[in-house]
């Protein structure tokens, strides 16, 4: 009788739907590829895709939409890889984003997308960006990039200046408006950080390849080697060569050194000297290719940002014994995305956090041999809250290196600037628009987006500048409307 | 350089500010773009601020000055000497505007150790303090500017 009472009041446990873990990327192993520049991660397997794209559980109202700088219809997609129509997925990605191989492999999800995804409150939020990388790596692999149908010309002329991901947008976009589009890029190369910055092992080359010759395949001509501000000016453009607007996207590659004694030694570089050796003059592969480097034994790269992560992984894979990031501050205030840190510590990475350079030591023949760093501490809360490092007394002491590698910043080239005297920019040196939306500059016809505005930011903002000055152009093509800047704008 | 008095002291002072408002201004007026040349006028305007503080000293001011502990950042302290050069980046003004601060500080508080009496040490005390906080501002500018780029 009791035994009966207590079946009848005890509520039936619910079936629980198993919970399904985060599917694990599958990687190199650390020790393997800190010796060669393949891909460290190695993407989705076609059914890890799966199993993951089941883990979505189809908000009603989804905020990962709104965490996506373009705005991915990312339920969407992520119903398509359930339902194994691949190609269908890619597509859908690439309404809005033009390089989504890219993107699923260098964009912070974790602070966009993932960050918000209902499924993190409790636990692993969905892979997004592994997933978004999946199905464009499916759709180069399977599927040809059909053509889109051409408007009739317009007999507008488009010039774009650099061909980093804010440029490439540009083109893609306009093209298809039945403009014509030319594109000047300074390097040799087109694609920007893309492919002068971002390393091979985190980014093959051969994505954004592809991409380009996509957007060339479209029509749009590219201009390699064509320094703006050199070979012509903005104002020549417009004025001799008949393009009706200009998109200024050359981003922010001038690099900020220390300041301190002993930068002008042999062996000390700036990250971007360092990586595009590397990257784009394939250093790595010498005497293929005709950029030597000189194998270091002892590496220290100064900063927490990408950058720096990016700089001290390639120092290992060339060879580097020690490879050492330096940073002034603690690893919980490193820009750099979590996961790029954790593979440089699985790769053997030496970490001296909380330690600022102050002198670089040299021999006689001019050689870097040594950094004198010191150890910091932090300080009590500034008005702010912030702690910041300050100086620990008398704690100097001194790293044997032969290289230092400086990756603490970077600002605008001024060249273009210095060249098109009423461009307007603000305090720190950047374009000023009138705002993100119609990226007009102070200069008629003159539009601007992506880190040259910003100062250095992430693809996808440049990606989503792009697109807005493409429409912004394309207003402007059709109704010749500009606006009227009136002082400066606050920064 | 002899300072036997509280006048001759702040006529210094005053001086010195005198000169870095002449600098900045100078320097804003070389500028091509209005953003540097407003960078410079900004910080113009805060040696204004100093240099008519330091006019209207009076040993009872100073008396009644409340001394506290100005954290040091120390970002300038190792970095090599900067010039003014026109269409110098902004990260590179800061620089530039950090280390005459320094300088500034270690001047008054050198002149604390040189001067015995106990009036004048404490008018050197107070002037290298109120060049600790501009530096601490700009330092907390240029810091904040650079932890954002990953120094
Ligand atoms: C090493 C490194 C790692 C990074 N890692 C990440 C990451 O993991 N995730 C992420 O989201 N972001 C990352 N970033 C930042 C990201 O790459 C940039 O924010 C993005 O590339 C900016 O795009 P952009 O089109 O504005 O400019 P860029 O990519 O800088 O392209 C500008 C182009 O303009 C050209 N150019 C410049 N001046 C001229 C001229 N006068 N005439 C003609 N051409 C000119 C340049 O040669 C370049 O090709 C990284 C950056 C670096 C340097």
Redesign the pocket.
Known sequence: MSEEKQTKEAPKPKPKRPKIPRQPMPEQDAHARAKNFESVTLGYTMEQAVVEATRCIQCKKPYCIGGCPVAIDIPGFIQLVKDKEFLKAAQLVKRTNLLPAVCGR???QEEQCEAVCVLGKKQDPVAIGRLERFVADYEAEHGEIPLPEFPPKTGKKVAV???????LTVAGDLIQQGHDVTI????HK?????V???PEF?LPKAIVEREVEYLQRLGVELKLN?????IRTIDQLMEEDGFDAVFI?????LPWFMDIPGENLNGVFS??EY?TRNNLMKAFDFPSYDTPIKKFKNVAVIGGG??AM??VRTALRLGADNAYIVYRRGREEMPA?QE?IEHAEHEGVKFKNLTAPVRILGNDEGWVTALECLEMELGEPDASGRRRPIPVKGSEFILEMDAVVIAIG?SA?P??AQTTPDLKLNRKGYIEVENETTCRTSKKGVFA????VTG???????MGA?RNAANAIQNYLQTGEWWSPNGTPEN | MSFTTFKDIVTYAVEKEAEAIRFYTDASRQEEYAAAKGTFLAFAEEEKKHKALFENLDPQLVANYKFGKIPDLKRSDYMVETAYRPGMPYVDILRLAMKREEHAKKFYDDCVALVEGEDQKKLFQMLSQEESKHKLKLETMYDDAMAKAGD
Request: with cysteine; proline share 3%.
């Open positions: 260098v964009c912070p200046v650099g061909a980093g991901p804010g440029g000047f890029e300074a390097l087109a694609g920007g950080v893309l002068y910055g971002i985190r064509h320094v703006i501000g050199k996207g050359s981003g922010a590659g990250a971007n990586l990408n950058v990016d700089s995305r790029e970077t080239n060249l273009i987006g992506g880190d040259i250095s930011a992430t693809v996808i903002l440049a792009g």
